[in-house]
């Protein structure tokens, strides 16, 4: 079946895809206060519940650091990250939850750097994202500085980005640098624009990403994961889960 026949399949499945063969959802925003994601503890319990209802048992939340609008840092993600396991525990949800970050490639992203004052993933992944409004011009450059530091670097939501979706010779350029491409699921499903859902079946069909993840924020985006679990796109996703890196983490 070719890309544009993909792009045509049914609308919706019968029965729901279980998420388990993913494993690991290595992409959301779970520690209360901090950033974009959920506000209050009961909101990240209302999340760790629907992960492990759609078939996850171990998360790593990625809290935002960019500039001056998210100054976290280790210790408070980590002082955050200890909050919400003792809540789970409490509330006898049985998921694994470990934290990292998600870092906007900035001004302020250098010096977090140098003076080794970042947040990995697993073994050593650095999970970065852009703006959104223009690849940096220095890109390049900083992502050879993260690999040269012994970090592998995950971009994140390879499909978002407006200035690449009529570029696909970048996709290839990031993988030629061994730079791994991330999967937001709900973008298969046209959540984050029409744009962002035909460059991820894109990469999808051209064996590109090397990690999914939700970036869950709040209920209206579990709602939407719910929903998408009757995608026949998701299929694509699971059907192809054991080239994903994701149960490495």
Known sequence: MNFF????????LSH????????????SHLIPGIDDGVQTVDEAMD??????????????????IMGDMYKNTPETILGGLAKVQKAATDAG????????????????????LENNQLLPLGERYLLVEL????????????????QTAGYRVILA???RYPFWHNQPERYREMRTRSIHLQLNLLSISGYHGKLAKK????LLENNMYSFAGTDL????????????????????VLDNSSKLLNSQL
């Open 16 to 27: 729901p895809l279980d998420l388990s063969p993913l494993k690991t959802d290595m992409h």
């Open 157 to 159: 939501h390879a499909e």
């Open 217 to 236: 924020h709040n209920q209206h985006s579990l709602d939407a994961l719910k929903e998408l679990q009757y995608c026949p796109h998701l299929k694509t």
């Open 131 to 146: 703006s959104y409004l223009s690849e940096p011009i220095n890109l390049n450059h900083m992502l050879f500085d993260i």
């Open 5 to 12: 026949q993909r792009l045509k399949r049914p609308k919706k």
């Open 199 to 202: 460059t991820a079946l894109w």
């Open 93 to 112: 949800i049985p998921i694994e939850i470990e934290a990292a970050a998600e870092y906007l490639l900035d001004d302020a992203f250098s010096q977090k």
């Open 47 to 64: 999340m760790l519940r629907g992960l492990y209802d759609l078939g996850f048992r171990k998360v790593v939340t990625t809290p935002h």
